[in-house]
């Protein structure tokens, strides 16, 4: 699988961002599609997981209410909206595909398959 992220820019607090991912391949619905950040200095953290049809979604507390993350399998597209963006949102995010085999998926180690990453830069 090869993940093609996009949609980041720079935007003021308060504002919104949508980044999209595209992977390639016909297997895309068999996989728990995540975000992950990384801000300069700091640790690759967990944004967001979604399973395979949809129907499990979890977030990290730091964004939770102000991200939704969602998936198109028909386009092999994961999605995250991101609303009421602050300055401390700024980081590299990274799209991730992982095997399903239940369990948590805000560990990096679940995911075998990592976009290039996009820059969010929230200014306030």
């Known amino acids: 699988v090869q993940l093609q992220a996009s949609g980041g820019g720079l935007v003021q607090a308060g504002g919104s961002l949508r980044l999209s991912c595209a992977a390639s391949?016909?297997?895309?619905?068999?996989?728990?599609m995540g975000w992950f950040r990384q801000a300069p200095g700091k640790e690759r953290e967990f944004v967001a997981h979604?399973?395979?049809?949809?129907?499990?979604?979890y977030y990290a507390d730091s964004v939770k209410g102000r991200f939704t993350i969602s998936r198109d399998n028909a386009k092999n597209t994961v999605y995250l909206q991101m609303n009421s963006l602050k300055p401390e949102d700024t980081a590299v995010y990274y799209c991730?595909?992982?095997?399903?085999?239940?369990?948590?998926?805000?560990?990096?180690?679940?995911?075998?398959?990592w976009g290039q990453g996009t820059q969010v830069t929230v200014s306030s």
């Open positions: 979604i399973t395979r049809s949809g129907g499990s979604i």
């Open positions: 991730a595909a992982g095997p399903y085999s239940g369990g948590d998926y805000s560990s990096r180690r679940r995911y075998d398959y």
């Open positions: 391949g016909r297997t895309f619905s068999s996989y728990v």
